[in-house]
């Protein structure tokens, strides 16, 4: 059974460009989260996705949009990027929310110049 | 508001010795409570998690924690430290299930 996998594993950006991460769940999970962990620090919420749509969103600028899929698989976006946007960002997968385990990718590293 | 302390960016222990992470929180509502750990380039591992059933909650690895409200504290040890938990700690509460707030980690040193 694969766990959560994330697409790409590092990534190289400029300043102004988007970016577009992958996320696919856990067998059997239907929902999505999106977190940003910045170096040194601990993951920070950016948003939930369930049943294609977002159900809660954290403290982040609409910069950062995102998109579920009907297989539940996740995209993760940023626009205009920030030299502040270069973090790790983690996807986590759950049965329907709903304080279920949240299983965590390895995530994506995105170092923006 | 919803919030998680660390309390100690780096903990040291010798091998063999207890470990003691300390975690303490603030909800507004009676919370879930995780512990996760992260191993270098690495995603997040769930140690255990409080979910109002048992106030003392068994883990993976030999890890156990134990919820206090009177203190809001979520505490994490292990009684015998090995090299292999040499790695990142990260509390996390959940009020609703929905959005986690992860505390900013505790780095946990075992020196042989």
């Known amino acids: 059974d694969a766990g959560v996998t994330q697409s790409p594993t590092h990534l190289i950006k400029t300043r102004g460009q988007q970016v577009t991460l992958r996320c696919s769940p856990k067998s059997g999970h239907d929902t999505v989260s999106w977190y940003q962990q910045a170096l040194g620090q601990g993951p920070q919420f950016i948003f939930q996705y369930y049943e294609e749509e977002e159900r809660q969103r954290g403290n982040f600028p609409d910069r950062f949009s995102g998109h579920q899929f009907p297989n539940y698989s996740s995209e993760l976006n940023v626009n205009a990027l920030l030299l502040g946007d270069s973090a790790l960002y983690l996807c986590?997968?759950?049965?329907?929310?709903?304080?279920?385990?949240?299983?965590f990718g390895p995530g994506t590293r995105l170092l923006v110049l | 508001a919803q919030s998680v302390t660390q309390l100690g960016s780096h903990v040291s222990v010798s091998e063999g010795a207890l470990v003691l992470l300390r975690c303490n929180y603030s909800s507004s509502v009676p919370p879930y409570l995780f512990w996760y750990v992260q191993y270098p380039n690495q995603g997040l591992q769930l140690l255990l998690k409080?979910?109002?059933?048992?106030?003392l909650v068994k883990g993976i690895n030999g890890f156990e924690a134990e919820f206090k409200k009177s203190e809001t504290s979520f505490h994490l040890t292990k009684p015998s430290a090995h090299m292999s938990d040499a790695a990142e700690y990260f509390c996390?509460?959940?009020?609703?299930?929905?959005?986690?707030?992860f505390g900013t980690g505790t780095s946990l040193t075992v020196i042989p």
């Open positions: 409080y979910t109002s059933a048992a106030t």
């Open positions: 996390a509460v959940s009020p609703t299930g929905n959005q986690f707030y």
């Open positions: 986590a997968s759950s049965y329907s929310g709903g304080y279920e385990t949240q299983y």
